[in-house]
């Protein structure tokens, strides 16, 4: 009587690779709907800590930075201009956070079947992407308050918000298999996400920087993104900030490329070290 061998393969030629993770959407989209369930479901707040957060950081900034440390707003009230860098903020700090994690939340899925593992912490985006988009009903809110009418720059806003998944999927894939192979990554996180928020601008207007550290400043792929947001919501800047939106697109490309090439090195081994 023979024996049947069952074989985890942790990774495919990379001209199939790709192929399967066409082939394997069906998990993406499981993973996906089961993150926003449990999210959502059976929550106290539910929905509505999509907007508690971001509106309770905003109150926060406006009184530290707006209201004491007085910066200048250009002439946008400071909770819409405060609000409009949260928005790209709050689903790069919720996707990165939740997807460094996703690969040891799913370990026992991982350990026992074989499918792209970069399946896993992209899935893990769409949840802060539900959460964007209820944050725009509460700028919709703020603009009637504040008796504030959004640019025609708007229409940009969907190409900016691309722009953010890309590099929230670049530096949440690299972090997934950087937490698998080295677990103190789960408590570097929380601090770098802490951290960088202070270093992007969504205290404060890209203006109080000097001017000669600007260029420098622009290489946090964040600073463009922000203030694309800015200028597609508030016209601030009013001219569009082509520099640092150019260079969130060149940084954002190559930690893509570089967090892929990662994590490919490391998907052949997931399986045996998670």
């Not at 789960?186 to 601090?191: E, L």
């Not at 622009?218 to 009013?238: D, H, K, S, Y």
């Given at each position: 009587?023979?024996?049947?061998?069952?074989?985890?393969?942790?990774?495919?030629?990379?001209?199939?690779?790709?192929?399967?993770?066409?082939?394997?959407?069906?998990?993406?989209?499981?993973?996906?709907?089961?993150?926003?369930?449990?999210r959502y479901k059976q929550t106290v707040a539910g929905v509505l800590w999509a907007f508690i957060r971001p509106f309770l950081t905003m109150v926060v900034f406006t009184v530290v930075f707006g209201r004491f440390a007085k910066l200048p707003a250009d002439g946008v009230p400071y909770p819409i201009l405060v609000f409009a860098a949260l928005l790209p903020w709050q689903f790069f700090?919720?996707?990165?956070?939740?997807?460094?994690?996703?690969?040891?939340?799913?370990?026992?899925?991982?350990?026992?079947?074989?499918?792209?593992?970069?399946?896993?912490?992209?899935?893990?985006?769409?949840?802060?992407?539900?959460?964007?988009?209820?944050?725009?009903?509460?700028?919709?809110?703020?603009?009637?308050?504040?008796?504030?009418?959004?640019?025609?720059?708007?229409?940009?806003?969907?190409?900016?918000?691309?722009?953010?998944?890309?590099?929230?999927?670049?530096?949440?894939?690299?972090?997934?298999?950087?937490?698998?192979?080295?677990?103190?990554?789960?408590?570097?996180?929380?601090?770098?996400?802490?951290?960088?928020?202070?270093?992007?601008?969504?205290?404060?207007?890209?203006?109080?920087?000097?001017?000669?550290?600007?260029?420098?400043?622009?290489?946090?792929?964040?600073?463009?993104?922000?203030?694309?947001?800015?200028?597609?919501?508030?016209?601030?800047?009013?001219?569009?900030?082509?520099?640092?939106?150019?260079?969130?697109?060149?940084?954002?490309?190559?930690?893509?490329?570089?967090?892929?090439?990662?994590?490919?090195?490391?998907?052949?081994?997931?399986?045996?070290?998670?």
């Amino acid at each position: 009587m023979s024996e049947t061998s069952i074989i985890i393969e942790a990774g495919r030629a990379e001209a199939q690779y790709w192929r399967d993770v066409w082939n394997y959407r069906g998990l993406f989209y499981f993973l996906a709907w089961r993150d926003i369930l449990v999210r959502y479901k059976q929550t106290v707040a539910g929905v509505l800590w999509a907007f508690i957060r971001p509106f309770l950081t905003m109150v926060v900034f406006t009184v530290v930075f707006g209201r004491f440390a007085k910066l200048p707003a250009d002439g946008v009230p400071y909770p819409i201009l405060v609000f409009a860098a949260l928005l790209p903020w709050q689903f790069f700090s919720t996707s990165i956070t939740d997807s460094g994690n996703s690969l040891i939340t799913n370990a026992s899925m991982i350990s026992k079947v074989y499918f792209p593992r970069i399946v896993v912490p992209t899935a893990t985006m769409i949840t802060a992407l539900a959460d964007l988009l209820i944050s725009y009903a509460l700028l919709a809110v703020l603009f009637v308050v504040y008796s504030f009418a959004p640019r025609w720059q708007l229409i940009f806003l969907p190409f900016l918000t691309v722009l953010t998944c890309v590099t929230t999927l670049a530096c949440g894939i690299g972090l997934s298999g950087l937490t698998v192979r080295y677990r103190d990554f789960r408590f570097v996180v929380p601090f770098l996400v802490q951290f960088g928020l202070y270093l992007s601008p969504i205290g404060y207007s890209v203006s109080v920087v000097p001017e000669q550290w600007r260029l420098l400043y622009a290489l946090n792929p964040l600073v463009g993104i922000i203030e694309g947001f800015r200028w597609a919501i508030v016209g601030n800047p009013a001219v569009f900030p082509l520099t640092s939106v150019a260079m969130s697109v060149v940084v954002s490309a190559l930690l893509l490329w570089a967090s892929i090439a990662y994590f490919r090195r490391t998907e052949q081994t997931i399986a045996d070290i998670i």
